[in-house]
């Protein structure tokens, strides 16, 4: 896994414009084009897919933590949902603290907190992570480029993916799906940042520890 910019090599002013900390809109565009180089987070480990399961944030959750080096493999992946899946979140246990739960239970230690969606594009130059944006009708499949369709009426529901890059020259998100391989490019897909600005809905960082 190799980032091609950290956080610590941004200007202030190009975090400042990525994580809406207020600059005026001329100086937050000028910041956003002295950032040239992407974050962009290679995923040479395990690739997990969903299938047909209504598991979207739970294999999410696992292929993001893949990237840091749990290497859960689509076998194990399958079994933890089963194990995951019965257990219905509650007040006081949310559905990722049910996770957590399965994933000690398998050897995985995984700790995790959520952000507000405004610093998801600067938390990506540290590692991917968990988001979930509104579904529309088109995102069911790709442009040849890749491209997400945000196109159609909202669907009414959310869907969990992996973002795993911010590219501030050509205002491009990186998502990485859990759908398989040979949907989108490789199972990834990417949105403009206005698109993403409209969609995303809510983001969680995991991390081993």
């Known amino acids: 896994m190799n980032v091609s910019r950290t956080l610590a090599t941004l200007t202030a002013a190009a ?12 100086d937050a565009q000028q910041a956003l084009t002295r950032a040239p180089a992407a974050a962009s987070w290679r995923y040479p480990a ?9 598991g979207c944030g739970f294999y999410a959750a696992l292929q993001q933590l893949n990237a840091p080096g ?9 079994r933890m949902w089963r ?3 019965p257990q219905a979140p509650s007040a006081t246990r949310t559905s990722d603290d049910i996770l957590k739960t399965v994933l000690a239970k398998h050897g995985v230690r995984a700790i995790y907190r959520t952000i507000p ?11 991917p992570l968990v988001v979930s944006v509104r579904y529309l009708a088109g995102m069911d499949d790709t442009a040849r ?9 909202l669907a009414g529901y959310d869907h969990a993916v992996v973002l795993t890059g911010y590219d501030p020259k050509a ?16 199972g990834g897909m990417w949105l403009t940042a206005a698109e993403w600005q409209r969609l995303a809905a809510s983001a969680t960082v995991w991390t081993l520890g």
């Open 70 to 78: 749990a290497r859960i493999t689509q076998a194990q992946a399958d």
């Open 83 to 85: 194990e995951f899946a």
């Open 46 to 54: 395990p690739r997990l897919d969903q299938g047909d399961r209504p």
């Open 145 to 153: 480029d890749g491209h997400w369709l945000a196109r159609g009426a």
């Open 117 to 127: 969606t405004s610093q998801a594009l600067t938390e990506v130059y540290r590692g």
């Open 171 to 186: 205002r491009r998100v990186l998502l990485l799906n859990q759908w398989g391989r040979a949907w989108g490019r490789d």
């Open 15 to 26: 975090v400042m414009a990525l994580t809406g900390c207020g600059l005026p809109a001329g």
